[in-house]
């Protein structure tokens, strides 16, 4: 938490087989139904804290509707809200709504949809669902991979260092690292609330033509698990797109996998934990041997892929 | 497979409680229920290639009715056969039974019963069952722990160099690690048939009492994953009765947990892989720093239980 | 980063023979020696990106002397300074000294010293110990047990919610977890700076009479690396004190070990992920089921002594 | 241990810079030198058993000049070479020579010289380098990547299937699984002496022109450690060539890299245990999906590289 966000807390799902995603997530990634309502299936994975992570709606095609922060406390809702105002980029506020109370909403630089809000439902599990430990919402008695908790989201953006602006100086995260091309270019770049190198990635549109999002992460407790979830997705019939690997940038193992309406979805867990607020952003050459740890598992053109296709608002 | 015997097959588990024993076998250790057939419960881990690795009938109190090995091929049975014979060790021969062909049965000196057999029959899944992988003979997709196959037991005996020499000499095990009491009396020894210390762990009557088993071990792929069990054991209200820590003997992780019928269960993981025939057994101090890698871990008092209670053959 | 504070910097060790103490940190734990100067040994794990994380000073018996902490900016520092100045525990200006610049003095509630500082330097590796990713302040080329960064430390206190009291409210760390006795007594607490669920621990008196400090703590990637580093301790003699084990507070893999000096290091990894500002403490029994996720793995006495011996400012 | 032979023992590389390779094999990989004679270094891993698991020796190219095999017994040398004479692809005994007994030399149907030998000198630790542990030949106090044990080679062989029936014919291995291409011709096998699927991998000819020896493995406890091992490689200017990743037969994780000299090495860990001696092999389609478990990560060209380049015997 280094500026007015503490965390992303959520994001909506749009799926052209909405029944068929969340079994995928509560099946496979195990996570759990909080609630269905209005045509949307609220999810969250076990070490979650609020009423959902992940709320899935029917859509025509695959996409992140929007994605939902939680501020560093009620002042930094206000600030946070004025501060986005003040860059042309606010939508106004919202009511209320299932699991957290009113939001800003706005439009990053690059288009994708989001909201800032500071009250929000933890979930409470039913007796059955309690754990034996007073730090968890939720009993650990995993099916599946058993993700943990939501994790990143990365973003497609025809301006990308204008996003990094954005998050950076108006909301207080932080820019970690970046790649670019041959000509100087960025076409990767992580900024971050928390100790990680990131939980927003941004692309850029040369690299995911057309679309508004690349993937959405869950985190798992262990790089162990990120392998042990290669074997789960690949017996399961949901064979993964690229991984397990290990990214150069953050330290991240990773693999990313697509889930039944069509958006990719990040396993990923391990990484630094980078403590300093002045961090200098570091630079990667993305086309001479890339930002990958390991350098012979090259990403596949598939991972060109972003989402909706061949569509930006 | 260093002589007649090529694995650890099953055992047959009688439980007061054979419903709920066969639940946490399944439900949390991750076992699948292969058939019921007269009053029994037929099981098996996603990674046992035969029809069953355990076998749980009702019984008044937990103990292991029989161990069932498979030999190293027909001729190896035959052979077994004839030198248990001449022991005076055994039993006879018992016509082909629900998952392997005919078998001859005896007891081993401690008292336990046994049986040796080739013919076994192979688990066949069913197609939505089927792995992807073509050397598996189940896909995984795993429940809870998601155990993968059986691995050791270990008995009580008031004779254990007598079992020790038994199946060294007769069946050609290999006698691998023990420990000894201030007296220099033997009071564990390991024997196996296979690259690990043991797949028989024999145990003396003074530190068991009563006892003809002390548990039934099954393997996790990964060290981590005997820890990942701790806690789903812990959340499923089946409380982990030592470990996880690691043993010196062997190099294996491991923690004790008992099933709803009273019996103790072992998950055990990594550990060395020895190769020697002339392996010179190595001898511990029971009661100078123990058998154990991590010396601030002591055993508790509950761990010199045996099954059944009370009782000898 | 939840207030004032970014981080843990450093701590300087006393010790009765500081070059065992320095050989142990870096031929077992695998620090690195950056500087000698004015009698002291400054060391940094491979992973730490400033000067030192660790100072060992000849003293007559082991403890900590002080502990650095870095804040969040140069403001947060004139904030801190003024704050703390403003409770009576402060002590005044230091000027820069080898590894950091001008620092803010004083002593927490129960007597530890403590300094605050913003301009640090950072470590820049010659030429042959640079990494390869732009993101690593060193080569990933491990000795022994490898350990990554400085994690946390613990202190006794005779004022234990004093203490929590004043990290929490004068310099923004939030406070996480508690242990009660039977009389309802707190004698175990931990607070943050960061998503961990500590970078302070604090130990009541009648737990760890006499001393002011309880254990340093260093962080491996990942826990299984802690059950390696066990495996390691036992082979170059310096036998683990308690643990490999989990806690159930923080989720935390972890070992204690006595370095030469006699002081207790903990190695440390795992854990959850937390970012929740408006977190509720979390209270746990201390002697009802503990505060470990594995019941059967009791902490020794030897855990009760604390440094140095006997005495408090 | 499924026929005449207990294990792989050690394997001669000719290296045309062997200071550097033992070098890259005690700094990096974390082996040790036992001795140097006639111009040959001697090194073994901590837990290898014997004097020697690799002799580096002077060659204008890089090659496995020889690779020998411990039998199950006294009597199963005399056996096998009796049997092996019996194909007409001996070579004679041989005299005992620095770290075993008498050998019997021989040709595999594709052209690689072996030793088969009984007697072997087990390496005792000088005082300072020994275990807390009765059960290891040596204190773990690792360097670097810190492999365990040498644990199998490739071989290219324009025979395939020739070989294949030798070593399970002739010496008693199991023959596990293998890869046909779009012909149904056999491009990949591996047969075993132990309970994992291969101590030998075969690689045709067409997969490997012109060379002999595809890569020699060590073995690591952990799959973890070869991720780790990965980092190290690549900190210490050793670049991965493949991996790390997961080979779909015999589960195993891996990483390929070049020593010095010019050959490749595997750092190998995880896999099934398989006790089953009537297995039947398992076919995989090497040309659709391949034989890997994480079907996006392809191998790169290089591995088609075999040694010594351009030259068989």
């Given at each position: 938490m280094f500026g007015l966000l503490s965390q992303l807390a959520h994001a909506e799902l749009e799926s052209p087989r909405p029944e068929e995603s969340a079994a995928f997530f509560?099946?496979?990634?195990?996570?759990?139904?909080?609630?269905?309502?209005?045509?949307?299936?609220?999810?969250?994975?076990?070490?979650?804290?609020?009423?959902?992570?992940?709320?899935?709606?029917?859509?025509?095609?695959?996409?992140?509707?929007?994605?939902?922060?939680?501020?560093?406390?009620?002042?930094?809702?206000?600030?946070?809200?004025?501060?986005?105002?003040?860059?042309?980029?606010g939508e106004g506020w919202q009511e209320p709504v299932l699991g957290h109370g009113r939001a800003f909403r706005f439009r990053s630089p690059g288009g994708n949809l989001h909201e800032v809000f500071w009250d929000a439902d933890r979930y409470v599990a039913p007796e059955a669902q309690r754990?034996?430990?007073?730090?968890?919402p939720q009993r650990f008695l995993p099916?599946?991979?058993?993700?943990?908790?939501?994790?990143?989201?990365?973003?497609?953006t025809p301006k990308i260092m204008d996003d990094v602006a954005f998050w950076r100086d108006t909301l207080g995260d932080r820019f970690m690292e970046f790649a670019v091309d041959e000509n100087d270019e960025v076409v990767f770049a992580e900024v971050t609330s928390n100790e990680q190198a990131h939980d927003i990635g941004l692309v850029g549109v040369a690299a995911a033509p057309g679309?508004?999002?690349?993937?959405?992460?869950?985190?798992?407790?262990?790089?162990?698990?990120v392998h042990r979830?290669?074997?789960?997705?690949?017996?399961?019939?949901?064979?993964?797109?690229w991984g397990p690997a290990r990214h150069g940038h953050g330290e991240n193992t990773f693999l990313y996998v697509r889930e039944p309406g069509g958006h990719r979805i990040e396993l990923f867990s391990g990484g630094y934990r980078n403590y300093q607020p002045d961090w200098?952003?570091?630079?990667?050459?993305?086309?001479?041997?890339?930002?990958?740890?390991?350098?012979?598992?090259?990403?596949?053109?598939?991972?060109?892929?972003?989402?909706?296709?061949?569509?930006?608002?």
């Open positions: 509560t099946e496979v990634l195990g996570l759990y139904e909080t609630e269905r309502d209005g045509g949307s299936i609220y999810l969250r994975a076990w070490g979650d804290p609020f009423h959902h992570s992940l709320v899935i709606s029917e859509g025509a095609q695959p996409r992140i509707a929007h994605v939902g922060w939680r501020t560093a406390g009620a002042e930094a809702l206000e600030g946070a809200a004025a501060a986005i105002e003040a860059t042309g980029l754990s034996t430990l007073p730090n968890r099916v599946g991979v058993g993700a943990r908790q939501i994790d990143h989201i990365t973003f497609v679309g508004q999002t690349h993937h959405l992460a869950y985190w798992l407790d262990l790089p162990s698990e979830a290669a074997d789960i997705l690949r017996e399961s019939g949901n064979p993964v797109e200098e952003p570091r630079k990667w050459l993305a086309n001479s041997g890339g930002v990958e740890m390991f350098v012979n598992n090259p990403m596949p053109e598939s991972m060109f892929e972003a989402f909706p296709a061949g569509e930006r608002r």
